[in-house]
């Protein structure tokens, strides 16, 4: 059975740092792209970071670019993204993505597999 445990949330003050982990188990997707997508109370889903499994090539949405990266250790079957200069508005659930589609990016519905979430919380 596939699974996506993502680690690393929790409470910060606002312009603090947090580093968050997804370990993928029961299949292999250093091939397919993975990415970070997060829920505010209230609103809708939406992207954060993608990764591509060939060259790494990454993709960011406006509101976290220049402040978030996103990275991935294949031989881990791990994706990780680290969040600096963090806001009060980018409290939200964080959920980690794996698709098994070579071109998959910013929507959420060309991902296969997801995990259960984890809270940020940032402080003002």
């Known amino acids: 059975q596939v699974q996506l445990v993502e680690s690393g949330g929790g409470l910060v003050q606002a312009g603090g740092s947090l580093r968050l982990s997804c370990a993928a188990s029961?299949?292999?997707?250093?091939?397919?792209?993975m990415g970070w997508f997060r829920q505010a109370p209230r609103k809708e889903r939406e992207f954060v970071a993608a990764?591509?499994?060939?060259?790494?090539?990454?993709y960011y949405a406006d509101s976290v670019k220049d402040r978030f990266s996103i990275s991935r250790d294949n031989a881990k079957n791990t994706v990780y993204l680290q969040m600096n200069s963090l806001k009060p508005e980018d409290t939200a659930a964080y959920y980690c993505?794996?698709?098994?589609?070579?071109?998959?990016?910013?929507?959420?519905?060309?991902?296969?597999?997801w995990g259960q979430g984890i809270q940020v919380t940032v402080s003002s």
């Open positions: 029961g299949r292999t997707f250093s091939a397919y792209p």
């Open positions: 993505a794996a698709s098994t589609r070579y071109y998959s990016t910013t929507d959420g519905r060309e991902y296969d597999y």
């Open positions: 990764i591509k499994a060939r060259y790494f090539d990454t």
